[in-house]
């Protein structure tokens, strides 16, 4: 019902910078809040930066600082810009909404395809 597509990705050093982008898509009716998770090898699943269609976010501890999240409402999209990179850092970043679809479904969680960023030490 609602699609998410993540870009952005790749093999950076340390000190270094990506922008991650993610675009929903499909049968949308409102979008409530966007934002992205990451998992590391043999790690579970964590919340990285989340935005609210208000505005209002919330950061990992371990990104805040450096990682800033932001979302075009017009554009269905999120961002995060991603400064001073740490190997700690590397993972599969995945892109999540809760939206609500004009199908029907209600405030169901949607994930995207995921995206590997890699900081090299």
């Known amino acids: 019902q609602v699609q998410l597509v993540e870009s952005g990705g790749g093999l950076v050093q340390v000190g270094g910078s990506l922008r991650l982008s993610c675009a929903a898509s499909?049968?949308?009716?409102?979008?409530?809040?966007m934002g992205w998770y990451r998992q590391a090898p043999g790690k579970q699943r964590e919340m990285v930066a989340v935005?609210?269609?208000?505005?209002?976010?919330n950061y990992a501890g371990s990104v805040k600082g450096r990682f800033t999240v932001s979302r075009d409402n017009a554009k269905n999209t999120v961002f995060l810009q991603m400064n001073s990179l740490k190997p700690e850092d590397t993972a599969v970043y995945y892109c999540?909404?809760?939206?609500?679809?004009?199908?029907?479904?209600?405030?169901?969680?949607?994930w995207g395809q995921g995206t590997q960023v890699t900081v090299s030490s």
């Open positions: 935005v609210t269609s208000g505005g209002a976010t």
């Open positions: 499909g049968n949308i009716f409102q979008i409530y809040t």
């Open positions: 999540t909404a809760v939206a609500d679809s004009s199908l029907g479904s209600m405030m169901h969680n949607y």
